[in-house]
């Protein structure tokens, strides 16, 4: 069964460095999300991806974020200058229409 | 603004008993819910989804009810087993171009045998 992957699995990072999380979504599919989860709260969503353009983003999406898919098969979540405040999972999700498939997440430490 | 949130942020079932998971939803725009399942350091997995024409849909051991009037949604599970043990989300979809989803805050669902 195809599914979203995501690298890396965990990741720990200083304060004000940059961090690209990358992910892998089902090959068929046209839209893809990011969405966050800081630890003990719901799951939020970040920024939509279609046809190589976003189409909708967040409060949280500030100028610090940006997304991109280099190629024909990942999609990346680059954070700037990272801040305390970033410390979640991210999840990248994928669908061709509706139901929205998630990848395993990345847990982004920022210390 | 637009929220979906959850009656019960913990619940405590027996092997075998159905569990009942309740949601409210505040966006009467929204069109279309799913319910995910996420287990302990995995990403959410879709359990069932249910489409605003609907009041009840039925999937393997698991039922949605959709209360459009209360804005209600409500997930069964019959003879609930250890696997189920898990937070549980309710997502909405305002529709629109993006197809973005609200999550509620989630509840876990403890299943003691």
């Known amino acids: 069964e195809p599914e979203v992957t995501q690298t890396p699995s965990h990741q720990v990072t200083q304060m004000g460095q940059e961090v690209i999380l990358r992910c892998v979504p089902i090959?068929?599919?046209?839209?893809f999300y990011w969405y966050r989860q800081i630890l003990g709260q719901k799951v939020e969503f970040l920024v939509s991806f279609y046809n190589n353009e976003i189409s909708e983003k967040s409060e949280i999406f500030d100028d610090q974020f940006s997304v991109e898919r280099p190629d024909g098969s990942n999609f990346t979540l680059k954070i700037r200058s990272t801040k305390l405040e970033d410390s979640a999972m991210y999840f990248c999700?994928?669908?061709?229409?509706?139901?929205?498939?998630f990848g395993p997440g990345t847990r982004l430490t920022v210390t | 603004g637009e929220s979906v949130g959850l009656h019960l942020p913990t619940l405590s079932v027996q092997e075998g008993d159905n569990s009942i998971i309740n949601c409210a939803y505040s966006?009467?725009?929204?069109?279309?819910f799913i319910w995910y399942k996420q287990e302990s350091g995995k990403g959410p997995q879709f359990i069932i989804d249910i489409r605003s024409n609907m009041d009840k849909r039925q999937g393997q051991r698991v039922t949605v009810l959709l209360n459009k009037t209360v804005k209600h949604l409500s997930l069964q599970i019959a003879a609930t087993q250890p696997g189920d043990s898990a937070v549980y989300f309710c997502?909405?979809?305002?529709?629109?171009?993006?197809?973005?989803?609200?999550f509620g805050t989630g509840t876990l669902l403890a299943v003691q045998p």
């Open positions: 090959s068929n599919h046209l839209y």
């Open positions: 997502a909405e979809n305002t529709g629109g171009a993006t197809n973005k989803l609200i």
């Open positions: 966006n009467s725009a929204s069109d279309y």
């Open positions: 999700a994928s669908t061709d229409r509706f139901e929205q498939y």
